[in-house]
């Protein structure tokens, strides 16, 4: 990609043929079809994908066009997704204290205090060897 723009659009892509590809599994499995949602930080991506044609992005793979159809036909949403409840930010670039921990509580992550004996005699081995100079 030689551009932002053109970068997550291609991301776009990917999840939103990702997701269309479980949402046709779930109706081989005669689950319910759910709708499908797209979300993306980029509000340049979001522009490109939702009109039709390459307009000033020359360098886009005409192939990747297809998700441009698909939103015009309503197959699919795409939603601008913000950074403080953007799951991707936390490891990407620096935020606030209050809102990195919101985003951490969110992904299920468990943070503890303590070292179980394994680790313990990993890191006190890892010392000891440290200590021959």
Known sequence: ALSSCE???YAAVKSA???LFLR???ADWNLRSLDLVVCTDSSSAK???ERRGLGKNRH???KFLWLQERLAAGDMQLKKVGTKSNLADVMTKPL???TAWK???RMAIEFRHYKNAGQKELL???MREGDTG
């Open 24 to 26: 046709a599994l779930m």
């Open 7 to 9: 970068a997550e659009f």
């Open 60 to 62: 886009v793979n005409t």
């Open 17 to 19: 043929s990702v997701g």
């Open 96 to 98: 606030p204290v209050g």
């Open 103 to 105: 985003l951490v509580k």
């Open 124 to 126: 006190d081995g890892v």
């Open 47 to 49: 522009s490109f994908a």
